[in-house]
């Protein structure tokens, strides 16, 4: 290994008190009623419902009902719609197509108290009201008014189909086929409201398109226009498809969890997580002297890594819901962190021990411990990749990656178990970087001050 100078430990310290403080204090500046958040703090964790509080329900079609991928993705779009009209922006919903299941999980508001999850629910799976209507009035509430709440031309019944579609100059517009009934119904309002009025869409009391009519349609097939995308024209095709939805979502199970037993058990999580620190530093230094204190550092900056990692303090990640295993796979990531300091430190033990100069064992048991620490740091990450891909959303990167496999299973999305891949994969890519990487430069660093340069002071007899 090239030579490591002594400024080295003290740059490779300030970046690792850089990376804890600005992650646990966030960087923000206030000038007057205006503050701005650079660096996202811990109080910008988002918890999970098992720490928040919240409701975690199954939806499905009535026993009987083969419901086909688009009246899934129809009832999905329902869900979601009826989330944001009860301004419940901070959810979760998940499809699982081969079992014919929604799994949709929402946290409590803040300071709530007389929430009633069941009524919730019931509104969140009852049949979706689709209309047709004149114009876009709306009131203060954004309900219809005026004669756009007089006016209904079509109701969900008259729309056989909605698809995306593209046309011949490359227009990406959203393609309706109407009933017999409905189509008499949509040239009469088409010709009277051609080239001067609105239709509006409404999806139960909510207004999800306004498109303007330029011509009467009279063929019982319209198309809608303005400036789709594919993924947009898909969202508003099946927003509308979500209106003609033949079946009521039936509930299969749900469960709830009060705030106050949430943040409990996160509270008790956290005081063990930091207990459990200080009595492996404690023991880390007592036991490897000098080296357990530069380990002591590492772990620092693997815990401040993982935090930052789901606050969203890195720009190019956003951030991650922590839930109770979540934390669970940061305390465990640090007990992996340990374990390869403890090999390490206990290779240049035995090297020390064999007569070897302090700057030979700390290069002999570094090199040497490296193979056990990779063989016991990669199997942990196998299993973390597999408990994300098997337990994650089917659209993430390790759900499709292991789809080959897993597909024959159908979706188990729990975020749970994805919480705790995910803390548990960050925690042991850092513990490379810090555990084995930066330890070693600052332990290598360190060992060339003179008065450090004492063989007990790094698990050696003292003479």
């Known amino acids: 290994m090239k030579k490591v100078g002594k400024p080295v430990f003290f740059i490779v ?82 499809t699982d197509y081969d079992k014919d299941r929604i799994i949709v999980r929402f946290p409590w508001k803040e300071d709530e108290t007389d929430f009633d999850p069941e009524t919730a629910i019931a509104e969140l799976g009852a049949t979706a009201v689709l209309t047709f209507r004149e114009g876009y009035e709306t009131d203060e509430n954004g309900l219809p008014s005026g004669v756009t709440a007089d006016t209904i031309i079509l109701e969900g019944k008259d729309v056989e189909e909605a698809t995306p579609a593209m046309t011949s100059d490359n227009q990406v517009v959203v393609s309706l086929k109407l009933t017999d009934e409905g189509a008499e119904k949509f040239a009469e309002a088409t010709t009277r409201l051609a080239g001067t009025g609105y239709i509006s869409i409404w999806m139960d009391d909510t207004m999800i398109s306004a498109p303007m009519v330029e011509d009467a349609i009279t063929t019982g097939e319209a198309s809608i226009s303005g400036g789709f995308d594919a993924a947009s024209a898909k969202e508003l095709a099946d927003k509308i498809n979500a209106g003609a939805l033949p079946f009521q979502l039936v509930t299969s199970n749900f469960s709830t969890i009060s705030p106050t037993l949430g943040t409990g058990a996160r509270d008790a999580m956290v005081l063990a997580g930091v207990i459990a620190f200080v009595l492996i530093c404690v023991m880390m230094i007592f036991i490897y002297r000098l080296p357990g204190v530069i380990a002591c550092i590492a772990l620092t900056g693997q815990v401040a890594g993982t935090i930052a990692a789901l606050t969203g303090y890195f720009p190019n990640f956003a951030s991650f819901t922590l839930t109770l295993p979540g934390i669970a796979g940061i305390i465990l990531s640090i007990g992996v962190g340990v374990d390869a300091n403890v090999i390490t430190y206990e290779r240049i033990r035995e090297e020390l021990r064999l007569g070897r100069s302090i700057d030979a064992a700390i290069d002999a048991g570094y090199k040497r411990a490296f193979t056990a620490i990779f063989d016991g740091n990669i199997t942990v990450v196998f299993v973390a990749v597999i408990l994300m891909g098997a337990f994650g959303p089917p659209s993430s990167v390790f759900a499709l990656l292991l789809k080959p496999i897993f597909g024959a299973f159908g979706s188990s999305t729990t975020g749970a178990i994805y919480s705790f891949g995910y803390t548990l994969l960050v925690g042991i890519i850092l513990n490379f970087l810090m555990g084995v990487t930066a330890s070693r430069l600052m332990l290598k660093s360190i060992s060339k001050f003179k008065p450090l340069r004492k063989v007990w002071l790094y698990g050696g007899e003292k003479k």
Do not use: C, H
């Not at 503050?35 to 919240?54: E, F, L, P, Y």
């Open 13 to 94: 310290v300030l970046l690792i008190a850089a990376l804890t403080l600005t992650t646990f204090f966030g960087i923000s500046t206030t000038f007057g009623d205006i503050s701005t958040t650079w660096v996202k703090g811990v109080d910008a964790i988002r918890w999970g419902i098992d720490v928040r509080g919240g409701v975690d329900v199954t939806f499905g079609p009535p026993e009987g009902v083969e419901a086909t991928d688009e009246e899934m993705a129809a009832a999905e779009q329902i869900i979601k719609v009826r989330m944001v009209s009860q301004n419940i922006t901070d959810y979760e919903i998940y």
